[in-house]
């Protein structure tokens, strides 16, 4: 048996040498109304061990890692034996983590129940909102044809105004107002209240005006920090516009962010922040905020954006140009020099080892994924005759086994990879003070690095006849655009093995080989469109746009030999 590390042997002891009487009751006990510095940090501590020990691979889903005495030490004995598990996805993970830590603590709780969609702002708004009044007297007394003519006047002018209604509310342009929301009371059973969180919490929560300052009763949850490390820490929350939330639970002295996320089959991961998510307006929300402190003793009332110290809209200005030290830089790379201690130093080695890790832990992640989806046999099903709406969106069998946007995110994090070499690299070449390398041969021990982490980092997948077939990161990355996203397709498709005894064991039906083909155009795209329709039919699909959509050059191992 492995001897566990001393810290983990520790915690083990105190776990379970506590009084077994001494269980938290399963129904809340609201005592506390608002929260405190000390509760704050107890809160960072929270989120940080869940997190670490996510990435040390202790536990694999939201609710394992609530259950564990490494990954959560100071509640773990805490836990009625009668706390259900608890599921989350992506967008209930932050809920889920405030109202478990809450309940423990006899905190107040609150969370949106009802999301509307946000009309458009401007000074069109009110001319189209008066023309839109105007023709719903007229529709009253309109007779039958001029009745739909006036239908379509009044359709047009709301999509001007709300956009379309047929958009999925977790995508719409112009971002939710919160309609409704729960306050937890004494005496509600954390059970329930937890699988009601789940219910009601999608990423259509979190796309709201940053800048609202409604300290009513509807307030919005969380808001905006400025970028510095003081304000993004353990329990701060990432919104990705592009329909992801993810939890930051640690931040390095070298200013990355490392960060938990759940999928909707409940797996929980680990990644680390880069262009894989992506800035957006202030409109719909998005980046880095922390938890609004309010007070629900009586009636509601929520700070204020102008009494938070680090509230701030900086993430939003898509125009301004982002400087650290004279130099100007993306957003993405803003955010590491921002976060870092003192001036951001980049050893090539260890940036590269480090960047290797995280590709083999979200390789790994996506081959849970994917044998989850073998699993349950929806591979074996047959394929639907048209792709869902939008295959990044949606719901159902797809929204839980495809991973279309889990293998852009990962193609995204090569893809910055590739730059960030290239950056060192020439950087290095050019005597740039940033780049810290005391060996002989940079370009040499960059290689020999890449092939050594690949060569360790080994996935076993299990092909349809039942064989085991062992890849190691450099295949996978090298196959990365023959990567199927569909999970009607078998696990040699799902991994591009094209070789002829894979796909003599797949035995994929005509049909599906077909999909597999048509669909390269899609597995060629790395940036994420939710707008962009797809429901197309496998004859429709060729004749598309997607069809002409080209590999990018992304190969890490060709940017070392830049």
Known sequence: MKKLPLLVSIILTISFATDASAKKPLLWQVKNTAWTKSID??????????????????????????????????????????????????????????????WMNDLAFTYPVNMTTAPMKGPETNILLTQLDQLNKDLEKAGFLKKQSIK????????????????????????????????????ENINQVLVDVAEAISTATFRTDASNDTRNEFFRDTYPVSISRASIKAGTVLYDPNGHIAVVFEVTPNGKVHLID?????????????????????EIGGGFSNWRPFNADGAVTATSNNDLPDYSLEQFDRKKDFVVNNTTMDFHEYVRNKLSVGTLIYHPVTELTELMDELCRDVKERGTSVAASISAGISGQNHPDKLSSNIYGTDGDWESFSTPSRDARLKASIREGRVLMIKIIEGYKNSDPAIVYEGQDLVSDLKNTYIDTSAKCLLDVKKS????????????????????????HCAELRWGMLDAESLKSCSSSKEKTEWYQVEQGLRNLIDRDYSVKMDYSLKELPGTPFAKIKEEQISIEDALSY
Do not use: W
């Open 152 to 187: 379509m006047q009044i359709k047009a002018i709301r999509k001007k105004i709300y956009g379309d209604k047929d958009t999925d509310i977790r995508y719409n342009r112009f971002g939710n107002i919160i309609a409704e929301k729960k306050y937890i009371k004494s005496g």
């Open 262 to 282: 759940a999928h909707p089959d409940n797996s929980l991961t680990s990644i680390t922040y880069g262009e894989k998510f992506t800035q957006t307006n202030v």
């Open 41 to 102: 940090k107890s809160y960072e501590e929270f989120v940080s061990g869940i997190g670490k020990a996510k990435q040390a691979g202790i536990c694999n889903t939201t609710s394992e890692c609530i259950k564990s005495p490494v990954a959560n030490p100071k509640y773990f004995n805490l836990n009625p034996d009668q706390l259900m598990d608890v599921y989350s996805d992506c967008a209930d993970l932050p809920y889920i983590l405030k109202a478990y830590f809450s």
């Open 465 to 488: 006849n039942g064989q085991i077939q062992t890849l190691t990161l450099n295949t996978v990355l090298k196959n990365i655009f023959k990567l199927s996203f569909d999970p009607y």
